[in-house]
Nanobody, 125 residues
Framework: QLQLAESGGGLVQSGGSLKLSCTVS????????MGWFRQAPGKEREFVAV????????FYGDSVKGRCTISRDNNRHTAYLQMNNLKPEDTAVYYC??????????????????WGQGTQVTVSS
């Protein structure tokens, strides 16, 4: 079992930046790909980014490509999402997730094994 805890959300002006963190406990962090999803009110959950356990495979959702960078520190059991040039449409609850398989983040999110509680990101115009 893994426990995931997000931090770093908040209120930021359009064009600003935020860095989200996801600290993992309970099992071997390096066994898992780590990723981020988001869900805005009234909208479906959306894939944001995923990074493989060793960092060699990284994918981004189309809506954040070029503005976000996902990374991880296996020694600190932490994954990060650096978000730049934020827009009001980025406003959502951001969820950290863990699963052994990168493909589940991109194509089968219902099969992603572990989820955090979410952190709110609000971008004002």
């Amino acid at each position: 079992q893994l426990q995931l805890a997000e931090s770093g959300g908040g209120l930021v002006q359009s064009g600003g930046s935020l860095k989200l963190s996801c600290t993992v406990s309970g099992s071997t962090f390096s066994d898992y790909a780590m990723g981020w999803f988001r869900q805005a009110p009234g909208k479906e959950r959306e894939f944001v980014a995923v990074i493989s356990w060793e960092g060699s495979s990284i994918f981004y959702g189309d809506s954040v490509k070029g503005r976000c960078t996902i990374s991880r520190d296996n020694n600190r059991h932490t994954a990060y999402l650096q978000m730049n040039n934020l827009k009001p449409e980025d406003t959502a609850v951001y969820y950290c997730a863990a699963d052994p398989h990168v493909v589940n983040f991109r194509l089968r999110s219902l099969q992603v094994s572990y989820w955090g509680q979410g952190t709110q990101v609000t971008v004002s115009s």
